[in-house]
Structure formats: structure tokens, C-alpha cells
């Protein structure tokens, strides 16, 4: 236990201060990190498959995972970036399903591995290409340009991609703290066998509290970027509610494929697909909303 413990901090001690770094300098700095993290994630989801009977095209799902983060980074905007992703998208399927023929066949199971490696891709590819848009939701989009500031400070588009990703974080952290204490009817058993409808609760409104407290502390008062403390708030459940459904849905797939762990890469941690499951949702959930806040676009 110690052994693990160890290796999960020493992984969390290199790998969070790497991922801030990379947050604040954004630009093609942070697009390759997260298309590295796509790829990896598209990998291990693969690989299950694989458990499953299933042969996807594994490193052309890679490289299109990739392609969406870099196509973000170039991009910046979901509509301007759109026309692209389509692109990619129906390329893949056409250039896979073709591929099938020769490389599958009848009996290869062309119609799986086509599917999952289109899906796997856009899981985890697609999704998490809106941090990168988050990252771009700078000045002047997003900053009141009344308030009483000489400057825009450089940590506006780091704040807007911490806002999913310290929700998400803390509202894992309350449903394992608010579980252990208070847990005993269990959620949805057959999918996730120890969580529980107290920790989902804890969760959800641990993160409500500090959804407002990031609002109104960081963006509002911080960075003068106008999200009230009841935007927050809500923006907060809203995070906890999709980070939970993303962590139940990978879990959905890992009982399918039989496997504990999505992969091995982080010691101590599993897979890539198992650290960023709920962000898969989170990102685009948290894009969304803040847009609609935020009147962009």
C-alpha cells in the first residue's frame, strides 16, 4: 500500500506542475500535451477493445485523436474549428471502412473495429480539444473591460480550463470523502460497485460550494471576468454531475473489457483514460456553459 501510495504521489509531484506549465503557456505547448493525452487515451481504449474480441484500427484512431487537439490549437474557436472536425471525421470513416475491406473482411469484424475507432477517437480526441478552447477563452471575450484593472492578467485562459478541472478534481475528492463517511445505499452497483448515492450527493454539493467560491474569488474578483456566485454555483453542479457520469461511463467500459485499470502508463494511477474520464465530459460541458454565461458567440 505504501509502495502505491508512493507512486501516485511521486506521479501526481511531476505530472500537475508539467500540466500547469503547459496550461498557462498554452498555445502549440499545450495543444501537444493534449493531443498526446488524446492519443494515449484513444490507445488503452482500444486495447480494451481488444479484450473484447474487437480489432479497431488502433493507430489510425491515434493519429485522429491527435488531429482534433492539434485542429484546436490551430483553430482556438469550436466554430471555427467545426468545418475541420467534420472533415477529419467523415475522412476517417470513409478511409477506415475502406480499409476494412482488405484489412478486415467478413469475418474480421469490420463493422466493430470501424465504430470503435471512429468513437474512440471523438471520446477522447474531440472532447478534450475544448480545453484548448477554454484555454483560448480569453481577453477580450470573456474580460468585464469596465472594471477598474490597467491590465489583463496572463492567467484568464488558465483560470477558464481550471475552472472544469479543479471542480472536477474536488468533486471526486467529496464523493470519496463524503462515501467512506456516510455511504451505504450504493449508486448503480452493476456498473461502479463502490459508489454510493451518499457520495454522488457529497459530490454534487461540495462542488456547488465551490464552483461559487472559484467564481468569486478567481474569475470574478481575481481576473474581473463577470461569472456570479450563483453562475458558479450552478456551473459547479453541473461539473460535479457530468465528471461523475464520465467516470461511470468509463467504469461501463472497463467492467465490459474485464480489465481493473485502463492501462499501466501512470504508476500508481492506472491508464490515461482512467485519470481523465470525467474531463472527457467536463471540458466540452464547461465550454458550453460558460459560453452561455459568458454571451459568446
Known sequence: MASELTKRV???????PLAVVAIYIGGIVFGLLVAAIAG???WELCRMAEKRGVRPFTWPAVAIASSFALVATAM???LDAS??????????VLALSAAAIWRRGVEGGPLAAVAVSVSAALLTGGTLSYAIFLR??????????????????????????????????LS??????G?????????????SPGKTVAGAVSGVVGTILVGALYAWGVLDNALHIPVSLVE???????????????????SLLKREAGVKDSGALLPGHGGVFDRFDSLFFAFPIAYWYLSYVLRIG
Open 232 to 250: 458558479g454555483a450552478v456551473g459547479g453542479a453541473i461539473v460535479s454531475v457530468v465528471a461523475q457520469t464520465g467516470d461511470l461511463a468509463e
Open 40 to 42: 494515449a487515451a484513444t
Open 179 to 191: 462515501g467512506r463517511a456516510w455511504g451505504r445505499r450504493k449508486l448503480i452497483p452493476s456498473v
Open 76 to 78: 482556438q474557436t469550436p
Open 83 to 92: 468545418p475541420r472536425f467534420w472533415l477529419i471525421t467523415i475522412t476517417s
Open 136 to 169: 483560448a477563452m480569453g481577453w477580450p471575450q470573456v474580460v468585464d473591460l469596465s472594471a477598474p484593472v490597467h491590465e489583463v492578467s496572463p492567467w484568464v485562459g488558465p483560470a477558464m480550463v481550471g475552472f472544469p478541472l479543479v471542480l472536477t478534481w
Open 172 to 177: 471526486d475528492t467529496f464523493a470519496y470523502f
Open 10 to 16: 511521486a506521479v501526481a509531484a511531476v505530472g500537475i
